[in-house]
């Protein structure tokens, strides 16, 4: 079965430094989401891409987050500098849902996840 | 989005029949009701999805009343393994198709 890719699977770096997460969606999705979890809460929506183009990224700190998807396919999302704060699991969903088509009931397919710790 | 409201945690025996119900009070025309379950460390997982009366598959079952403004998951003689957090979530059938997430409930089956 078609599982989404997710690396590093844990990262610890110090606060100010930058950090990258890499993901790889299931092939064919054109729907790409980042999610942030703290823990005991419940994911949290950071951005949504549809292809290439951003759809929603109001969640999004832009001060230090950035995320991109150059190609339409993996996505790499990047925060710098890090904060304390910025400890938690970051997740990566893909979907086939497409704006232009499909009927809203796509599942979303998550990876297992990035677990970061600032120091 | 219409909230949802469902119980923090609950514990069943192994072997047990575990319904944990959902509120949804202002669940829309479009919107259709999907629950996913998450083990510790890992990804939300999708479990099951309805819109009204009842859909069954071979994790669970979903009952969905005709005013829609709850639904109940049913996890049919659960075992150590269905220890998680599951999260009933409401879904426009329009627009983006986003995903919002409460703290969901967390499973604890007992031996």
């Known amino acids: 079965e078609a599982e989404v890719a997710q690396s590093p699977r844990y990262k610890i770096t110090e606060k100010s430094q930058a950090v990258a997460f890499w993901c790889d969606p299931i092939?064919?999705?054109?729907?790409l989401y980042w999610y942030r979890q703290i823990l005991g809460q419940g994911p949290e929506l950071l951005v949504q891409?549809?292809?290439?183009?951003?759809?929603?990224d109001s969640q999004l700190p832009k001060d230090r987050f950035s995320a991109e998807r150059l190609k339409g396919v993996d996505s790499t999302l990047k925060i710098q500098p890090a904060e304390l704060g910025d400890s938690a699991m970051y997740l990566c969903a893909s979907s086939s849902f497409g704006l232009a088509g499909g009927t809203g009931r796509e599942t979303q397919y998550f990876g297992p996840g990035t677990r970061l710790l600032v120091l | 989005l219409a909230k949802t409201t469902q119980p923090i945690s609950m514990d069943s025996y192994e072997g047990q029949e575990v319904n944990i119900t959902c509120s949804h009070n202002?669940?829309?025309?479009?919107?259709?009701i999907t629950w996913y379950q998450q083990f510790p460390s890992q990804g939300p997982r999708f479990i099951i999805q309805?819109?009204?009366t009842k859909v069954t598959n071979e994790v669970a079952s979903l009952f969905i009343p005709a005013d829609r403004k709850s639904s109940t998951l049913s996890l049919p003689r659960v075992s150590l393994s269905d220890t998680a957090v599951y999260y009933c979530l409401v879904v426009s059938g329009a627009g983006s198709y986003q995903l919002t997430f409460g703290k969901g409930t967390k499973l604890s089956v007992i031996p």
């Open positions: 092939s064919g999705h054109a729907t």
């Open positions: 309805g819109y009204k």
């Open positions: 202002n669940i829309a025309t479009n919107d259709y």
């Open positions: 891409f549809q292809d290439e183009s951003v759809v929603d």
